[in-house]
């Protein structure tokens, strides 16, 4: 049985870390604790989020529970060296681009920059620092950046880009220490499957973790059945997502993106374990689900519909995306932009700190 109690006040909050002033910690520190009153009346009509988290409740009901863990927020820096990518990734208009305006996502990070990732690091806790830009940055400066996060102290470096740039890429990654590569698959066919094994073919060669993104979309649909039969004969992992950007969410009718919940029974039987982390700041649960085969799901539902008003960041309580938003507050760690700012939010980009 997986289910958690629902967050409170008392559940959520604990004594702060010391922090520096005006920076992006203090702008975490007042998410988790919040110093003013609680939002009055507060109140989320967002039918879609609870069923949607009641129907994961459901699929992982009596699935034996490996483990579980309450955590602030994915310990994650996601730093952005650009975002000019113009890859598809097989569907045009999918990408979220990391939220970024395009003033920003045009310009280049600089190496400058680590030293103030340093500080964050430390002072958040954060472990695994996720590199975006292959696609659009010269190979031997992206190798820099990834040397350079292991320099500051992260434990992990990995690289999240399109299949199309990753198995090229791939032996100078590993020189520079890269310790997992994640690529964007949206659809399956046979020209998927060919670039997808000569990306393994390489990757065991090197001993490199490799993991997939799918974006659900209702045209893709019969490409996930090849997908999970892909990485069940491989032993891989997949995250499924909801299409994540204000375009995709939409600000005025009632139509949600499809969830994996609502595609569940293609592998919901397939099940035999769960691993279960709960993200307090970012509202969401994540569930890694190990199935027959040895391959996993990393799959996510949003709580903020069943949680308290206290429980709730005061950012995200203030906000008109709260009830459609899928990855939350920090949902995705601290992101570190191109222009040398962090950002808290996909949905978000005036949630900008230094």
Not at 81 to 105: F, I, S, T
Not at 110 to 117: K, R
Not at 175 to 197: K, P
Not at 265 to 272: C, G, K, P, R, S
Request: proline residues 6%; charged residues 20%.
């Amino acid at each position: 049985m997986t289910t958690f109690p629902i967050l409170t006040n008392d559940t959520i909050r604990r004594l702060p870390l010391t922090s520096a002033s005006g920076s992006v910690v203090d702008f975490v520190m007042a998410q988790m604790y919040p110093t003013g009153a609680e939002p009055h009346g507060f109140n989320i009509d967002a039918p879609a989020l609870r069923r949607r988290y009641e129907s994961a409740e459901a699929v992982f009901r009596n699935v034996p529970l490996i483990s579980a863990a309450r955590v602030a927020f994915p310990p994650i820096a996601r730093i952005i060296l650009n975002m000019r990518c113009r890859y598809n990734c097989g569907v045009q208009n999918l990408c979220h681009r990391e939220g970024l305006p395009d003033d920003v996502a045009n310009r280049d990070l600089s190496l400058f920059d680590m030293a103030t990732l340093a500080n964050v690091r430390q002072a958040l806790g954060l472990t695994t620092a996720k590199l975006i830009g292959l696609e659009t940055t010269p190979i031997a400066r992206f190798c820099d950046f990834v040397r350079q996060v292991k320099r500051i102290g992260f434990s992990s470096a990995t690289v999240t880009c399109a299949l199309g740039i990753a198995s090229r890429s791939l032996p100078s990654l590993v020189v520079a220490g890269i310790d997992r590569m994640t690529c964007s698959v949206h659809q399956f066919n046979g020209e998927v499957e060919q670039a997808l094994n000569a990306l393994l073919t390489q990757a065991n060669r090197h001993a490199l973790p490799v993991k997939l993104n799918w974006i659900l979309r209702p045209e893709n649909i019969c490409g996930l059945s090849q997908l999970i039969q892909y990485i069940s004969e491989n032993h891989l992992t997949a995250r499924l997502f909801c299409p994540i950007s204000p375009a995709h969410v939409g600000s005025g009718g009632r139509d949600y993106p499809l969830h994996w919940t609502d595609v569940s029974d293609l592998f919901a039987h397939d099940i035999v374990s769960v691993r279960v982390t709960e993200y307090t700041i970012s509202c969401r649960r994540k569930y890694l689900a190990t199935l027959r085969s040895g391959a996993a799901l990393d799959l996510s539902v949003p709580l903020v519909a069943i949680r308290d008003a206290g429980s709730i960041p005061p950012v995200c309580a203030a906000c008109h995306w709260k009830d459609r938003c899928e990855e939350g507050l920090l949902g995705c760690g601290v992101r570190l932009g191109p222009d040398g700012s962090y950002y808290s939010c996909l949905l978000r980009p005036d949630l900008r700190a230094i």
